[in-house]
Nanobody, 118 residues
């Protein structure tokens, strides 16, 4: 059974930073495209960042140059470094794993809440 466990959410101030972590278990982490999604109240879940097994990354314009996704395949860990936080970054953030050769093998974490407010 694949499990994804996020941590690191909480209250952040505008302009400051937060770091989210996701630890995977029960699978071969390196064979998955990993991603962070977020869902704000009343909005659809959206992609925040993704990273392939070989380290290629993708970001939407809304977070480009502020957020950085990284992975450590040896530690089965995914990181999202969020800098220059904005109030509109407030959302529940979810870790996602999608098998690179079998997209139906997709898993989600339980989510971690991020609130950006002064």
């Amino acid at each position: 059974q694949v499990q994804l466990v996020e941590s690191g959410g909480g209250l952040g101030q505008p302009g400051r930073s937060l770091r989210l972590s996701c630890v995977a278990s029960g699978t071969t982490f390196s064979r998955y495209i990993m991603g962070w999604y977020r869902q704000a109240p009343g909005k659809q879940r959206e992609l925040v960042a993704s990273i392939t097994s070989d380290g290629s990354t993708n970001y939407p314009d809304s977070v480009k140059a502020r957020f950085t996704i990284s992975r450590d395949n040896a530690k089965n860990t995914l990181i999202l470094q969020m800098n220059s936080l904005k109030p509109e970054d407030t959302a529940v953030y979810y870790c996602n794993a999608r098998h690179e050769k079998a997209s139906w093998l997709t898993y989600w974490g339980q989510g971690t809440r991020v609130t950006v407010s002064s």
